[in-house]
């Protein structure tokens, strides 16, 4: 039998919304009801992440930890969380449940681990956060990351990840995004979308450089673990 799938989401609401799209159009089903079943908890009052991790807000821990315990309460065999900062808290929130929860950032250290030699240049474009906790940097750490300088990534990553979340347009930060790549030095070999907003503004960019899209990495080891053909 497939596996019940929890989704630890809200973290935007959007990026949770096109999670389960994506799950749902990589299923192979031959009929509706082959489908996964998937139990959302959708919760945008969880605290703000990058705030918590440069240690100016409150932790997200104890509402994640206690949305990990309701998804596995209702039946959830596995756990997955669309939001790229929010793995900086993984470990915590792991250890209120049972149930795996997947490791987004795991998966993208996966895919680069087969596409590119170990000291490779890859750039990253995350909430700002992300970058200064090392959410990715202690997970990739056979690879060299670059990121934008400070003021770059204020105007554009941070701007364009702002406007996604609040217009729910792709557009324009798109390019802004584009742009904050073309400054990336030394040149990287790939670049990691690694905050779901990007993800979502580049997911259909025109590029030379291959995307690391994390939360469709995410999709298809759901996918890949969940559902029995």
Request: charged share 20%; hydrophobic share 45%; proline share 7%.
């Amino acid at each position: 039998m497939s596996k019940v799938v929890g989704v630890l989401g809200g973290m935007g609401p959007m990026s949770t919304v096109d999670l389960m799209r994506m799950v749902t159009e990589r299923t192979p089903v031959r009929s509706e009801r082959e489908h996964l079943r998937m139990l959302v908890d959708s919760r945008p009052q969880i605290p703000d992440r990058p705030a918590a991790l440069l240690g100016t807000g409150e932790s997200p821990v104890p509402m994640m930890q206690e949305s990990a315990r309701m998804l596995e309460e209702w039946g959830a065999e596995l756990i997955a969380i669309p939001c790229n900062t929010a793995h900086g808290f993984l470990e915590e929130v792991q250890a209120a449940v049972d149930v795996e929860i997947l490791d987004m950032i795991g998966l993208v250290g996966r895919k680069l681990s087969r596409d590119l030699p170990h000291g490779s240049p890859v750039g990253l474009l995350a909430t700002a956060a992300a970058g200064q906790a090392r959410v990715f940097h202690d997970k990739l750490s056979q690879f060299q990351l670059v990121t934008p300088a400070p003021d770059v990534h204020q105007e554009l990553v941070a701007g364009a990840i702002l406007q996604v979340k609040l217009e729910d347009a792709v557009a324009e930060p798109r390019q802004k995004l584009l742009r904050a790549v073309a400054t990336l030095r030394p040149e990287p070999l790939a670049v990691i979308a690694g905050c779901t907003e990007v993800e979502l503004a580049l997911a259909e960019a025109e590029t030379s450089l291959p995307v690391i899209l994390p939360m469709t990495l995410l999709a298809q080891e759901i996918v890949d673990r969940a559902w029995d053909g």
